[in-house]
């Protein structure tokens, strides 16, 4: 007769879950190459968000320079502010419409792959739009501030 022990019990046990097919975990964006341009807008984002404490410093610097700046730099020092201020502005538009995969899985939910690619792309056109922006406002306020006598 067939006897059952304790240990055949386990082998068979743990046979019987390593064979079956346990569902795969999905990404809320559906595809590996999704997850990689994900992480990739991330990382443009990454890399630009420091400078915004460098555009607060050229912002403060210009505003000490407009109060003695003569007549003829105050339109030019004036722009450099307003360029400072748009592309922080920008910068934090930016990161309140991103939709954030741990935060907004409701919002990937109903997309399918390609609208999820097609939306990262958007995104990344964005960031990079945003990261020129804050990129060009930086040198034209140190352009500004190298010509100023200290």
Same mark, same amino acid.
């Given at each position: 007769?067939?006897?059952?022990?304790?240990?055949?019990?386990?082998?068979?046990?743990?046979?019987?879950?390593?064979?079956?097919?346990?569902?795969?975990?999905?990404?809320?964006?559906?595809?590996?190459?999704?997850?990689?341009?994900?992480?990739?807008?991330?990382?443009?984002?990454?890399?630009?968000?420091?400078?915004?404490?460098?555009?607060?410093?050229?912002?403060?610097?210009? /505003?000490?320079?407009?109060?003695?700046?003569?007549?003829?730099?105050?339109? *030019? !020092?004036?722009? $450099?502010?307003?360029? %400072? @201020?748009?592309?922080?502005?920008?910068?934090?538009?930016?990161?309140?419409?991103?939709?954030?995969?741990?935060?907004?899985?409701?919002?990937?939910?109903?997309?399918?792959?390609?609208?999820?690619?097609?939306?990262?792309?958007?995104? /990344?056109?964005?960031?990079?739009?945003?990261?020129?922006?804050?990129?060009? *406002? !930086?040198?034209? $306020?140190?352009?500004? %501030? @190298?010509?100023?006598?200290?």
């Amino acid at each position: 007769m067939f006897k059952i022990s304790l240990y055949n019990l386990l082998i068979f046990s743990l046979l019987w879950y390593s064979c079956g097919t346990s569902p795969q975990k999905v990404s809320v964006l559906k595809s590996a190459a999704n997850d990689s341009l994900y992480t990739l807008v991330v990382a443009q984002h990454d890399s630009v968000m420091p400078k915004t404490s460098l555009m607060e410093s050229r912002q403060h610097e210009l /505003q000490k320079l407009l109060s003695t700046a003569p007549a003829t730099q105050k339109d *030019s !020092i004036l722009s $450099a502010l307003s360029a %400072l @201020k748009k592309g922080q502005d920008e910068m934090m538009r930016w990161m309140n419409e991103f939709k954030n995969t741990e935060i907004d899985q409701e919002h990937f939910a109903p997309l399918n792959e390609a609208q999820i690619k097609t939306y990262l792309l958007a995104e /990344q056109t964005k960031i990079l739009n945003v990261a020129d922006l804050m990129l060009s *406002s !930086i040198a034209q $306020a140190e352009n500004i %501030l @190298k010509q100023t006598p200290k």
